[in-house]
């Protein structure tokens, strides 16, 4: 008995994972450009096509939930002010540097949330905690200042990966080879990614906290 009740305690802490959407949007793209690529396909086309699979992708979620909130509305109008640009420039360097502004909008935001009543990262990582995860998480918020004063720092490691990404691939669009930015590109978000994560864990790591 003890033993099935913690297996139904863990199942309903278990939560959804966000990685097959980041290897979806991150991936895709990837292969898609170097795919056009090979086909013979210039490198203005090449970006501009490929660069639509993850606002296609985001499209499709918010159709299949039918459930929109604040993140996904920011995350939707930025994908497709981004899918836009092909449209306004013939110049393969500027659509390569179009993500960072974004990437860089994404960044401001999550460090400008903590000027509101809750940092983004407490929203963002509660739609990915069930049960007594996510109430562990609402009770140490509501009840442990220290636990406050952490997740803000979190906070702001995460938005200033992100405006550093931002930085980065402005750097690398106007001065790396064409073909070489999107690989890269993808290798800087990945290791930045893990990066944060682990310093994340690290500043969070207390009371059990996960």
Known sequence: MVETKAAETKTAEKKTTPVPALLLDV????????????????QWWALALSGTAPLLHTVWTLVRTRRID????????????????????????????RESWSTAAFGLWI????LGRR??????????????????????????PRFRRRLRLVTVLWGGAFLLDAAARVVMAYTLPVDVVP??????????????????VRVLRHRGTR
């Open 183 to 200: 690989v890269a590109g993808a290798v800087l978000l990945v290791v930045l990614l893990i990066v944060v994560r682990q310093g994340s």
């Open 119 to 144: 940092p983004f990262l407490l929203d963002v990582t509660l739609k990915f905690l069930r049960g007594a995860a996510a109430r562990r998480w609402e009770e140490s918020w509501a009840n442990d």
């Open 70 to 97: 604040s993140i996904g509305l920011f995350v939707l109008v930025t994908m497709a002010l981004s899918a836009v640009m092909p449209l306004l420039t013939g110049s393969p360097r500027l659509l390569l540097a």
């Open 27 to 42: 991936c895709v793209p990837l292969a898609g450009y170097y795919g056009l690529r090979a086909a013979g396909a210039g």
């Open 111 to 114: 460090v400008g949330s903590l």
